[in-house]
C-alpha cells in the first residue's frame, strides 16, 4: 500500500503545473487550441472512493500491475490466466489428486443418513510433487478450495462427473487445468508447499452420491448441507485431514475432540479457505463470521453478501478483531455484474475494509499488505474467473 501524502503531492504538483501553463500562455498572448483533455478519474488508493463524488467508488483498474487511477502498484495479473501455459500445459513435476471419503454428522438431521445420523463424503486431495506420507518432518500448510452451486467436489480437479472428456471446454466445467498451476507455482517457488482440498457443501443423496445439478433434489441437498458445513468443516474434515497428512495441525487419534480443536488452531497461520460463487458466500458466512480463529487466509471469488445481510456479517465479524488475516482477496470478472450473483462481491469487501481494523490494501506481504479486491478483464462467472483468482492467491497465501 503506499501512503496517502504521495498522491496528493502528486496531484497538488499536477495542479500547479496546469496553472503555470495557463499563466505563459495568457501573458504571452498566445492561444491555447484543440480539443480540451478529458479529465482522468482519479480514487483513494485505500478507500476506493472516487474523487469529486462522494459516496461513488471504483476498484482498482491494474494495467501493466500499476493502478489508472492511483499510484497503487501491484504484483496480481488482472488478465485472465486461463488460456496460459501455466493451465494449459503440464508441468514436469506433477502432485498427485486422490479421493478420499470421510464420516460426517448430517447437520442438521437428514433423510438419507445412517442409523447413528452419519453419512459418508467425498472429498479430492491434491498433495504437491515429492510430498512423502512417512517423512513427518515437513509440514504442509492446508487449503479448503469449494465448488459453486450445481457443482461438486469433483470440480476444481476436474474429477468424478467433471472427467468426463466431453465436458472439457463446456461452461462452468474447468478444473482441468487447477493442478496444473499449483504444480508450476509450487515448482518454481511462487507458491508455498500446499495441499489443497476441494470438498463439497452438498450431502448425499438416497444414492449416496453428490448431486450437482440445479435440480429439486440439489437444491435440498445443498440446503441441508449448508445448513451444518460451519460444523462439519471444524469437527470432521479438518481433523481428518490433520490426522491423515502432514500438516502443520498435529492432531493424532487419541486426542480429546477439544485438543484436536486446540492444535487446528494453534495451526491457523497455516490453513486458508477459498471458494467460488455460492463457495464465495460460504467465505463469509461461515469462515469470516465464524472460523477466523482456524483460517488466516481467505479467497473470495464471484460472491458476496447483500446489503441486508451486511448488518449480520459486520456483527459476526467484530468477535474476531484479535485474529490477524495472513492474506483476503475478493475478485469478480468483468463480464459479471456486482449483484448478478450472491449479493455485491465489491460492496462486501469495501465493508470489511473499512470496519475490520486488521485489513490493510496491497500486495506487498512485506510492508503488511494483507487483502486485494481486483476485477479479471474480460472474464465471466466461470473457470476463468476462478483459476485467475487461485492463480494470484497462491502467490501470496501463507507467506505472511
Not at 215 to 222: K, R
Amino acid at each position: 500500500m503506499r501512503p496517502l501524502t504521495k498522491r496528493i503531492l502528486v496531484l497538488s504538483c499536477a495542479a500547479a503545473t496546469a496553472t503555470a501553463v495557463f499563466c505563459l500562455a495568457a501573458c504571452s498572448g498566445g492561444e491555447i487550441t484543440g480539443e480540451p483533455e478529458s479529465p482522468v478519474t482519479t480514487h483513494d488508493p485505500v478507500t476506493l472512493e472516487v474523487d469529486g463524488r462522494p459516496g461513488t467508488y471504483e476498484p482498482h483498474n491494474f494495467v501493466d500491475g500499476k493502478c489508472t487511477m492511483c499510484d497503487e502498484t501491484t504484483i496480481f495479473t488482472q488478465d485472465s490466466v486461463a488460456q496460459d501455459d501455466i493451465v494449459t500445459k503440464e508441468c514436469d513435476q506433477q502432485g498427485e489428486v486422490t479421493e478420499i471419503k470421510y464420516t460426517t454428522d448430517a447437520y442438521p438431521d437428514w433423510q438419507y443418513a445412517d442409523e447413528n445420523g452419519l453419512v459418508t463424503k467425498t472429498a479430492w486431495v491434491y498433495t504437491p510433487y515429492g510430498y512423502d506420507p512417512s517423512d513427518t518432518s515437513v509440514k504442509y500448510n492446508v487449503l479448503i478450495l469449494m465448488h459453486g452451486k450445481g457443482l461438486n467436489e469433483g470440480y476444481w480437479f476436474a474429477k468424478g462427473s467433471y472427467a468426463d472428456p466431453s465436458q472439457q471446454g463446456a461452461y462452468l466445467s474447468g478444473g482441468n487445468g487447477t493442478a496444473n498451476v499449483l504444480d508450476t507455482m509450487m515448482k518454481d517457488g511462487r507458491a508455498e508447499k500446499t495441499i489443497v482440498v476441494t470438498p463439497t457443501a452438498y450431502l448425499p443423496g438416497e444414492d449416496g452420491k453428490t448431486a450437482n445439478s440445479n435440480s429439486e433434489e440439489g437444491d435440498a441437498n445443498m440446503a441441508a448441507g449448508r445448513a451444518g458445513f460451519k460444523d462439519e468443516l471444524l469437527n470432521d474434515l479438518m481433523p481428518y485431514i490433520a490426522r491423515n497428512y502432514n500438516t502443520y495441525a498435529e492432531v493424532t487419534d487419541d486426542m480429546t475432540a477439544e485438543e484436536a480443536d486446540a492444535a487446528l488452531k494453534a495451526a491457523r497461520a497455516h490453513q486458508g479457505y477459498a471458494g467460488l460463487s455460492m463457495g464465495s458466500v460460504i467465505s463469509y458466512d461461515t469462515i469470516w463470521s465464524g472460523r477466523l480463529e482456524y483460517f488466516s487466509c481467505i479467497g473470495s471469488y464471484s460472491g458476496g453478501v447483500t446489503a441486508e445481510e451486511l448488518p449480520a456479517l459486520l456483527s459476526a465479524v467484530s468477535d474476531f478483531e484479535d485474529c490477524k488475516i495472513g492474506y483476503w482477496y475478493a475478485c469478480l470478472g468483468t463480464s459479471e455484474t456486482s449483484s448478478t450473483y450472491y449479493g455485491d462481491p465489491f460492496g462486501t469487501y469495501r465493508a470489511l475494509l473499512e470496519n475490520f481494523s486488521g485489513l490493510q490494501p496491497g500486495s506487498d506481504i512485506a510492508a503488511g499488505d494483507n487483502c486485494q479486491y481486483m476485477l479479471c478483464n474480460n472474464t465471466a462467472h466461470n473457470y476463468t474467473t476462478w483459476i485467475t483468482g487461485l492463480y494470484n492467491c497462491m502467490q501470496v497465501f501463507f507467506k505472511a
